[in-house]
């Protein structure tokens, strides 16, 4: 029976130790704090990345080292499963209590305790695929994860600097190699190949697209989509802005799909740039998020955020199961979190069935999958498209009886090859939303107009210890602190058309107030009222009560 290179891993743990004040936790996006305090949780998650494989018979399993849309001085590292989904569930307890060990010889005892409690036959190999963002801790970071990999025996594959979808595309790649569920050619230029051509096809004989503004965010976006576009030619002029990734400090800094959906405005730095009507779409720091936008006539900016993205692509996929005379056997569905807008929910649940699950990917990708072709899309703009293993065989055998249905099958079965089914991929839905853009004719104006977003703001409160805000129901409610929920309540009622919830970050120790009303500076006074009785309930010190919270 095989067991662990104990010598080996204490030689190497003693280079990473922990931090001694620090409590690490594996939440939605993975690890995620300074990138400055993450060196033994990298070298620990070389390990466990090894681990998973090895209980996976050898799959090869995937390791991202980003903060996606973080600022610079931050970074992290999240972990994905075999067919390009995130980590499973229990494992993450697993990652936090192995991050925790506060020396080396408690971290040996929590490997073995772990190895005895899932049964993990040491002797199996062990495959792992590994990427990094251009955040400039990352190349330090990425060495202690080599260290864990050593220490582990594991055989890593270096997929240098790229996106973070690129690589959940990679492994679910890797995986199916030679199967009969082959997802692609597992390299990144299988990648650009397989978006490029799918493109090529579904906007073959529409009108000439007129140039789309992206705004890299000073991230790796800059890079994939300057190779992205040597695969796409002509059939799309990209301008590309905020491409800046030697300048210190500028990673998604007052520009990138976060700043543009918190803030509600245009990135300064595409002031002079985006021209009135054009379309612009930002992506995140690590591109997986996109948030679109235009001006109109009057220089008036609007947003096009993960909501109307839903919209757009939900309609046109229902749109196109039925011309195909598939709408008796295929049921597209669409899955939101609370912080989708109220109009948006409207507009799509008198189409097709929604549902709301708890925020963070994982539960939207889960709830995704239950239908034949799930949609889901955060407001945040992070998001994509599943087709179930039974629609896609389906899509395959299917005979249309007319040339209208023969047309419709092909656009189904292209978007199959065009969308990232791994996870929400910000270049292959800048394409898909072209595409639905190209066959609709629409211009930004028109796919704005599908409905009106309710006004809405959403803020964030620092508070000591996330963890004492608890929620049910999809997040819409509070159960902890108690009388909090009912105090909200009390406040919502007070506003027309008000919604608001309160829910704690995943990622860091800040408590997200959302607020919705019929008018603009209603939603902004509920939101910041809401956040108020937050500040008030974990004992914030009123002369220090941010003035806005008065």
């Not at 109220?342 to 549902?355: E, F, I, N, Q």
């Not at 066959?439 to 620092?462: C, F």
């Not at 963890?467 to 009912?486: D, I, M």
Request: proline share 5%; aromatic share 6%.
């Amino acid at each position: 029976m095989a067991s662990l290179h104990i010598d080996v891993i204490k030689a190497l743990s003693e280079i990473h130790p922990k931090p001694s004040d620090i409590t690490f936790q594996y939440g939605t996006a993975g690890f995620r704090t300074l990138g400055s305090t993450l060196d033994s949780v990298l070298f620990r998650v070389g390990l466990l990345a090894g681990l998973r494989s090895k209980k996976l018979d050898g799959k090869t399993i995937g390791v991202m080292v980003t903060a996606s849309h973080n600022p610079e001085q931050d970074n992290g590292v999240k972990i994905v499963d075999p067919r390009g989904e995130m980590l499973e569930a229990s494992w993450e307890g697993h990652a936090t209590t192995l991050s925790n060990a506060p020396n080396t010889e408690q971290f040996i005892e929590a490997l073995n305790t772990l190895i005895q409690s899932t049964k993990i036959d040491l002797s199996r190999p062990c495959n792992v695929v590994y990427a990094r963002d251009t955040r400039p801790s990352g190349i330090s970071l990425i060495s202690a994860l080599e260290d864990g990999f050593k220490a582990i025996g594991c055989s890593a594959r270096n997929a240098g600097v790229t996106t973070t979808p690129i690589l959940h595309y990679l492994v679910r790649a890797i995986n199916t190699k030679g199967t009969p569920e082959s997802y692609g050619e597992d390299s990144e230029d299988g990648y650009y190949r397989k978006l490029g051509l799918a493109f090529k096809k579904l906007v073959s004989g529409r009108p000439i697209i007129q140039p789309v503004l992206i705004d890299c965010a000073n991230g790796v976006g800059a890079l994939a989509v300057a190779k992205l576009m040597e695969y796409l030619g002509d059939t799309i002029p990209l301008v590309l802005e905020n491409i800046s990734l030697s300048t210190p400090g500028a990673l998604n800094n007052a520009c990138g799909a976060d700043y543009v959906k918190t803030m509600q405005k245009l990135p300064p730095s595409l002031m002079d740039h985006l021209q009135f009507g054009q379309r612009g779409c930002s992506l995140d720091g690590d591109a997986d998020r996109l948030m679109y936008y235009y001006l109109d006539e009057r220089g008036q900016f609007h947003m096009l955020d993960g909501d109307k993205i839903a919209a757009l692509v939900a309609s046109f996929i229902v749109e196109l199961v039925k011309s195909s005379g598939l709408e008796n056997e295929v049921k597209v569905g669409v899955v939101q979190t609370a912080y989708a807008n109220g109009a948006s929910t409207k507009y799509l649940a008198d189409r097709l069935p929604v549902k709301c699950v708890p925020t963070g990917v994982k539960h939207l990708h889960h709830a995704a999958e239950h239908y034949d072709i799930g949609v889901y899309f955060e407001a945040n703009g992070h998001g994509t498209v599943i087709f179930s293993p039974h629609t896609q065989a389906r899509l395959a055998q299917y005979q249309p009886s007319t040339p209208a249905q023969s047309t419709a099958l092909g656009h189904l079965i292209n978007l199959t090859q065009l969308i990232n089914q791994t996870v929400g991929d910000a270049l292959s839905d800048m394409l898909l939303v072209e595409v639905v853009l190209a066959h609709k004719s629409y211009t930004g104006v028109e796919w704005d107009s599908l409905y009106v977003d309710l006004p809405n703001r959403l803020v964030k409160v620092v508070v000591g210890d996330r963890n004492v805000f608890r929620t049910e129901n999809a997040e819409r409610r509070l159960v902890s602190p108690p009388g909090l929920q009912q105090k909200i309540e009390g406040l919502v009622q007070r506003y027309e058309g008000g919604r608001s919830f309160v829910r704690p970050s995943g990622t860091e120790d800040v408590v997200r107030v959302y607020a919705e009303a019929v008018v603009k500076s209603q939603a902004d006074e509920l939101a910041f009222r809401v956040a108020g009785l937050v500040y008030d309930e974990v004992g914030g010190d009123l002369a220090k009560r941010p003035k806005e919270f008065l």
